[in-house]
């Protein structure tokens, strides 16, 4: 039974990726419609998994483009009508997630990532420059022979 | 039968898995070489039963023999051929015994081509090869079995999700799969190398072939993959920053981060940690994208239908695999050497910036795919990460690493003169800015004119380095050219098709024009400089759907120029929808049409796109494969052809 | 290289083994409700069939109510029918429905062949109820504790385990509260 109700609720939720504005649901305006397009593709369905409202062919997805659609025509801000969907369906809306405590580390990992790169990649040069040579150093003139065959590689 | 024979096939190919993963390991240990030649015979009896179960599998499928349960859930007899056969990867288990077929393939590969190779080392790379192989043929045997027999058979079968049955995607995942499981090579030879004790110039030249093969396949499986979703998904997106991507993109990255590293450690015997650590990481990648795609731990659109016994599985599998190798790697660590000396302006230095920026992407899709996760389980807080936040990061990093990819390559080993090399890049600078005020009048966000002048800069740096090698002599022009080496060659056309995609990525995403009509028959619209008019609409049967099916003129300065047929497809089996859209392809734009639902006074919804440059996107990719390819076929670095000595003499 | 940093992988990667162990059991396609222990949003909605009563949040004060969300195109509300005419039938529940999107001949021929357990219908014909409660798709079902405010919210189905389990003892524990 269980299993049942299950595919049952898959069936209910299947959605296919389709870009689904309608031409009755476009704004007249077409500076209004624009932002309705840019923050319709910013709010993220919630019936089908990884989609954006624009993306979306679900009947619920429509009904929330009409409502940002009708939440721009009555003057609303673009943050008012994020704030408005926010209100009912929470954070999870939102594609791109605002940034504030529970995001710091999202938003701030791919500069500290590269930072420890880079700085990783300095401690290395200072080892290598450190390291006991293993070797008599070359001649300047072995030197430019051994570089000039290295160039010669790819 | 045909079902037990491939059943017990596979049992077959475990059983000798096991032995493959234990003998040659003792073998190499007390330098007993019939044991360690026993690893080439295990390796290609392997493929020999794998290829059975699979063929026996496939039979099934293309007779269509619904008492095996596999088949009847994913296969209908009304299906064309091609599809059937492909039904045999369009589903969980089939797809994972394909994994395990491509795995066995490396595996035989390694005595087929590496002859030249140490024994110990490869009799040690194909132990490592064949515990990958007992980990996953358990998987497949105890959690995924394909050859379930279904008792009474029914008469027909569930039939295929319409959107699988396509060329583009019926390719899509072999291709694919041959790069993730090819990774496993670079795996094997990063753990075999631990286990000696000994990462050396010899062992990148011998790890890099397969990594660099893996690498085009997989980049060959994504393009083919983006391409798909541009035409059959409606509306012409080609990247969509889904989980499932994210998680072959991020293997992608880390092997070509990998492709260039090695190329380090062999010629200057140098980052050899780095390189041992990011072979481990870029299998280890590819791991957790089959993890996240079968275990449904992240929801995404285009996911296998889950079960969490497999995520379990796959998560022990990703545990022992990745988990063992780095405590491998913890062992010998402290006593690995570093390397021999470079400054940091250097074309050393240059590929290590090459991996400082491929790792932070990595890193960022990384994060991306799995914060969500994270955060919900830390604080219970559910948010989403999407298209915004990686294009953030995404872009302005790619741009660097294009600027810094072209520079490098003018670098001389050890120590570089950034000056002399930017003065050899003049004319490079020249197109870039040409290029980005171009771009910049035509109107343009500013990240995007970056983009272009970033894409134009590599594309003519590229030719420049070939333009360097040939000097200023003509008469020798000739004999230079055919002169230089075929990985050269490789690596200046791998880096213009980087230039390629990367203008039609930023074409695309900067100038495509949407229109979303209403048209009656007869009605006409506009998009970019095309017109175009609604001729007819039918209703078509196929042979397992129906369809209807529109007729458009394409209409450019008062006449026809062309005409497109774009359809939306019933399938009734099992019941769903597809969009076919009908294309306009030139080199430098698409025209995209699509045909919608049918309104009230015989009107219908037409979306029509105009993509410049969007065919650029894979034309790149191809090229960068194409560049891969000539990179692989370069003598120096032909499997196995190195032999150890020899190579220690040249690098030294 | 230090013995200790060439640690930092394996406990990296051990770190992430944990989070996806917990992954596995931890169910991210359901969208939490953020309005849990927050009164009802307003709405003022029509009766079905329409009598002339209007159903405002005031009309779930002052008891334990289960609010339904359902629809007669909704595949998944047949499943759980039976179920919730069960408890309608026993008494164990007050439930209140909330067509959602229906077509009202539609809506009346479904009550009349599977039986009504709704001791109260809001129609809600547009849906913006609906999305005021941030509905993510039928059958979802809100517990309404006696004052009128959420305070759980069940996506899917009820099914005989998930009344005993989940449902049953929280309300039982709303109708003890004052």
């Known amino acids: 039974m269980i299993r049942l109700a299950l595919l049952l609720l898959a069936l209910t939720l299947s959605c296919s990726l389709a870009r689904a504005v309608e031409p009755d649901e476009v704004l007249a305006d077409p500076a209004l419609e624009t932002r309705a397009r840019a923050l319709t593709q910013e709010l993220r369905c919630v019936v089908c998994q990884n989609q954006s409202i624009d993306d979306s062919d679900a009947p619920l997805a429509r009904d929330m483009r009409v409502l940002v659609r009708e939440r721009i025509k009555a003057g609303d801000t673009d943050d008012e009508v994020r704030a408005f969907v926010v209100a009912r369906y929470g954070k999870f809306v939102l594609l791109s997630p605002p940034v504030e405590g529970d995001t710091f580390i999202l938003w701030l990992a791919p500069f500290a990532i590269t930072g420890l790169g880079a700085l990783a990649a300095w401690a290395y040069l200072r080892g290598l420059a450190r390291q006991p040579a293993t070797a008599a150093a070359l001649t300047p003139t072995e030197e430019d022979a051994v570089q000039r065959k290295l160039d010669e590689a790819p | ?652 | 290289m230090s013995r200790w940093l060439a640690l930092v992988p394996v406990l990296i990667l051990a770190t992430l083994a944990l989070y996806f162990a917990i992954g596995l059991r931890t169910d991210t396609r359901t969208i939490k409700s953020i309005l849990i222990d927050k009164p009802l949003p307003a709405f003022d909605l029509p009766a079905f069939p329409d009598d002339g009563k209007r159903i405002t949040p005031e009309t779930l004060k002052g008891r334990v109510t289960l609010l339904n969300i359902f629809a007669s195109w909704c595949i998944t509300c047949r499943v759980e029918h039976p179920v919730l005419l069960k408890l309608a039938m026993e008494k164990r529940a007050e439930i209140i429905g909330l067509a959602w999107k229906d077509k009202p001949d539609e809506l009346k021929q479904w009550l009349e062949e599977l039986g009504n357990p709704y001791a109260t219908i809001a129609d809600d014909r547009i849906g913006r109820t609906a999305i005021d409660l941030g509905v993510t798709g039928a059958p979802e079902t809100y517990v309404i504790d006696k004052k009128g405010r959420i305070r759980y919210k069940h996506v899917g189905a009820i099914d005989d385990y998930t009344w005993t389990n989940i449902l049953e003892p929280l309300v039982k524990q709303l109708e003890a509260e004052t």
């Open chain 2, 1 to 652: 039968m045909i079902a037990e024979i491939g059943h017990f096939s596979l049992s077959l190919a475990l059983t000798l898995a096991l032995a493959q993963a234990t003998l040659p390991l003792y073998g190499a240990a007390k330098n007993d070489a019939r044991l360690m030649a026993f690893a080439h015979a295990a390796a290609t009896g392997q493929l020999l039963f794998v290829a059975i179960a699979f063929a026996a599998l496939t039979a099934a499928f293309v007779t269509s023999d619904f008492s095996v349960s596999l088949v009847a859930q994913h296969s209908h007899s009304a299906k064309p051929l091609m599809y059937k056969i492909a039904g045999v990867w369009g589903n969980h288990e089939g797809s994972m015994l394909l994994w395990v077929l491509i795995l066995a393939l490396f595996g035989a590969a390694v005595p087929a081509f590496g002859r030249n190779l140490p024994e110990t080392l490869s009799a040690r790379v194909l132990a490592v090869q064949g515990m990958l192989g007992v980990g996953f043929l358990a998987f497949i045997l105890f959690t995924s079995n394909p050859f379930l027999r279904l008792d009474p058979a029914p008469l027909n079968g569930n039939g295929l999700n319409p959107l699988l049955q396509d060329p583009g995607l019926a390719t899509h995942p072999p291709f694919l799969y041959l790069g993730y499981v090819g990774f496993s090579m670079a795996f094997s030879f990063a753990v075999a190398a631990l286990i000696e004790g000994k990462v050396d110039p010899a062992w990148a030249r011998w790890v890099r072939p397969w990594t660099l093969a893996a690498w085009a396949f997989l980049t060959l499986g994504i393009m083919l993959g983006s391409a798909w979703a541009y035409y059959e998904l409606g509306w012409g997106g080609w990247w969509f920053w889904d989980p499932v991507e994210n998680a072959s993109l991020m293997p992608w990255l880390a092997g070509t981060a990998l492709i260039h590293s090695a190329i380090v450690v062999e010629k200057r015997d140098a980052l050899k940690h780095w390189t041992i650590l990011l072979a481990i990481l870029t299998f280890t990648l590819s791991l957790i994208g089959t993890f996240l795609v079968r275990s449904g731990v992240i929801s995404s659109v285009h996911s296998f239908a889950s079960d969490p016994t497999r995520g379990v599985f796959i998560l022990a599998l990703l545990v022992a695999t990745t988990g063992g190798a780095l405590t491998l790697y913890a062992i010998r660590a402290p006593q690995m050497k570093l390397g021999n000396l470079f400054t940091a302006v250097s074309r050393e230095g240059g590929l290590i910036l090459n991996n400082i920026l491929l790792v932070a992407i990595t890193a960022v899709i990384f994060l991306g795919t799995f914060y969500p996760l994270f955060l919900q389980i830390t604080t219970g807080t559910q948010i989403s990460v999407g298209p915004p936040f990686y294009n953030f990061f995404f872009v302005p990093l790619s741009i660097v690493l294009m600027i810094a990819m072209t520079v490098g390559p003018f670098l001389s080993w050890k120590r570089g003169d950034l000056g002399q090399a930017l003065w050899r890049l003049k004319i490079a600078a020249v197109a870039a800015i040409g290029v980005g005020v171009a771009t910049a009048v035509v109107g343009t966000g500013s990240l995007a004119v970056l983009a272009f002048a970033a894409a134009a800069w590599l594309f003519v740096g590229s030719l420049a380095v070939i333009a360097g090698r040939v000097g200023n002599d003509w008469t020798k022009a000739w004999a230079r050219i055919s002169g230089l080496p075929r990985a050269t060659w490789g690596m200046v056309v791998a880096h213009i098709g980087v230039a390629v995609t990367a203008a039609g990525i930023a074409a695309v995403v900067s100038w495509t024009e949407e229109t979303v009509a209403l048209l009656k028959p007869g009605e006409t619209a506009k998009v970019g400089h095309y017109e175009v008019r609604l001729l007819t609409v039918e209703d078509v049967k196929g042979p397992n759907y129906t369809s209807k099916l529109g007729r458009f003129a394409v209409v450019a300065g008062g006449a026809q120029i062309d005409e497109l047929v774009a359809e939306r497809r019933n399938y009734p089996n099992p019941g769903s929808d597809t969009t076919e859209a009908g294309l306009r392809v030139r080199p430098l734009d698409v025209l995209y049409v699509t045909i919608g639902q049918s309104h009230p006074g015989g009107a219908w919804t037409v979306r029509m796109y105009h993509h410049p440059l969007v065919f650029w996107i894979w034309g790149g990719s191809v090229i960068m494969v194409l560049g891969g390819a000539l990179s692989l076929s370069d003598r120096r670095l032909r499997v196995g052809a190195p032999r150890r000595a020899a190579t220690m003499q040249a690098a030294e």
